[in-house]
């Protein structure tokens, strides 16, 4: 059988990453068996530069001596045999953009001969031209990542963690989430062949759970937020689950092999826009992995020499929880006050280190945006420009307006909001919006005469 976008010739093993024919994780059922011919970069502590063992279960914990030493969880980062160079990324590109985020492997963490893929990345990059103007830039695109599988961002982290966790000899996954994560790892452990554990809570929209066990997952629903992370930690310890998410009550991010791969929405502006400046790239953001991962791949971009100017990186965010963290002389991620929003996927009282280190090594900031602003943009968006994105990727758009204003970003260049869902997946908010500021009531016919039909 043909595969249809080509993935099985995609990349060469590199003798410098690590091997993993040879590793094993010991569980309480006995060894789980690696699967051979795939490489694994491997990991790095950004603040000590200590480098674990790659096939440990807890690494999903991140750090532990700069945990203690900074008092902060310290996510891993991906530490590779070389720099990204020109050529690479020349190699990359002449690849059929079909092969979505595995054309650019040889950037990626993980290189395996037949990566877990549903297609998912080369999305498409829509310019603003209704919206853009009125918000006060001409120049605004959206990255549209609700073209992926599943219809977010999730997808581009899911394909290369489930990889990993597959080639690392794991037999199940798993993840803490409220939507987008659990709905993408529970869809890539079913291609993968892959047991997957979701713990959610209870009031996680319908749709979500939904989708997630019409993919497979088992879900563990609790009540309680906190509770959903023991129930991983068990299961990592017990029964040799991969984390796929963040999994600690006190966020770390997740796992290093999932985030890198949002590098790639990096690599596809940069192709997009001919490789021409970009002023700033706005994200949703709020444990960072997204933020994280587009930050490393226009580093990835600047090394090799490709790009012209370094984008205005802004976290667009809800109750300012990395805004407070940014300003604040002590380490400190949290926790801050929260409440009810509809950008629930990027709500809870914490931030990361990881989105930290992004913003203040590439020289970004945060900007945060009420309740209000959120659902009028999301209004806005769809009826001036046909998109009906979630809660949480019209923060984003209602940050590069406030950005604008406030003088954070240029008019004189393009500007990235980056999408990371549909609407669908939530509609209970948009609902109550409209029914309080529609312009254009519901009429059913028969209920006016002055109807013709």
């Known amino acids: 059988m043909t595969d249809p976008i080509g993935l099985g010739a995609v990349g060469t093993q590199s003798s410098d990453r690590v091997r993993v024919e040879s590793l094993s994780w010991a569980t309480a059922n006995g ?24 096939a440990n279960l807890q690494n999903y914990l991140g750090c532990t001596d700069c945990s203690l030493r900074l008092g902060i969880p310290v996510n891993y980062t991906i530490a590779y045999p070389a720099p990204a160079t020109k050529a690479q990324f020349e190699v990359a590109r002449a690849l059929p953009a079909t092969r979505g985020i595995w054309r650019w492997s040889a950037m990626l ?20 031209q209704s919206l853009g103007p009125r918000l006060g830039l001409d120049g605004l695109y959206l ?18 963690a489930v990889t990993a966790a597959r080639a690392l000899g794991a037999q199940t996954v798993a993840a803490a ?53 023991q129930l991983i930690a068990d299961g990592v310890r017990d029964e040799g689950w991969f984390a796929c998410s963040n999994s600690t009550a006190v966020p770390v991010g997740s796992t290093p092999y999932g985030v890198d791969a949002y590098k790639t929405i990096a690599y596809e502006l940069w192709e997009q826009f001919g490789g021409a400046p970009i002023g700033a790239v706005v994200v949703p953001a709020g444990y960072g992995d997204c933020l994280a991962g587009i930050v490393r791949g226009f580093e990835d971009l600047r090394t090799a020499g490709l790009l012209e100017a370094w984008p205005k990186f802004i976290a667009a965010e809800v109750f300012g929880r990395i805004t407070q963290s940014l300003k604040s002389i002590e380490p400190t991620t949290g926790p801050y006050g929260v409440s009810p929003t509809a950008a629930f996927s990027i709500g809870g009282a914490y931030t990361t280190h990881q989105a930290l280190y992004a913003l203040r090594t590439s020289g970004g900031t945060a900007v945060s945006v009420s309740e209000d602003e959120i659902l009028e943009t999301q209004a806005s968006l769809a009826s001036l420009e046909g998109f009906y994105a979630e809660a949480s990727s019209c923060v984003a758009v209602a940050a590069a307006k406030i950005a604008c ?7 004189n260049l393009p500007s990235v909001v980056v999408s990371t869902s549909t609407g669908l997946k939530d509609t209970k908010a948009t609902q109550k919006w409209l029914q309080q500021h529609r312009e254009n009531p519901v009429v059913r016919v028969g209920e006016r005469s002055d109807l013709t039909v």
């Open 109 to 128: 963490p993980v290189e395996d001969p037949n990566p877990v893929s549903l297609g998912e990345g080369n999305t498409p990059l829509v310019h603003l």
């Open 405 to 411: 204003r406030s003088g954070l970003i240029s008019s």
């Open 31 to 54: 060894a789980v068996n690696a699967v051979a011919n795939a490489g694994l970069c491997v990991l790095e502590c950004p603040e000590c530069h200590q480098r674990p063992d790659i």
């Open 177 to 229: 989430s409220t939507g987008n994560h659990g709905v993408s790892l529970a869809a890539y452990a079913a291609r993968a062949g892959l047991r997957c554990v979701i713990s959610t809570i209870s009031s996680v929209p319908d749709t979500m759970k939904i989708l997630m066990e019409a993919y497979g997952a088992e879900l563990q629903v609790v009540e309680d937020w906190n509770e959903r992370y």
């Open 143 to 160: 990255k549209n990542e609700s073209t992926n599988p599943t219809w977010s961002h999730k997808d581009r982290l899911c394909a290369s």
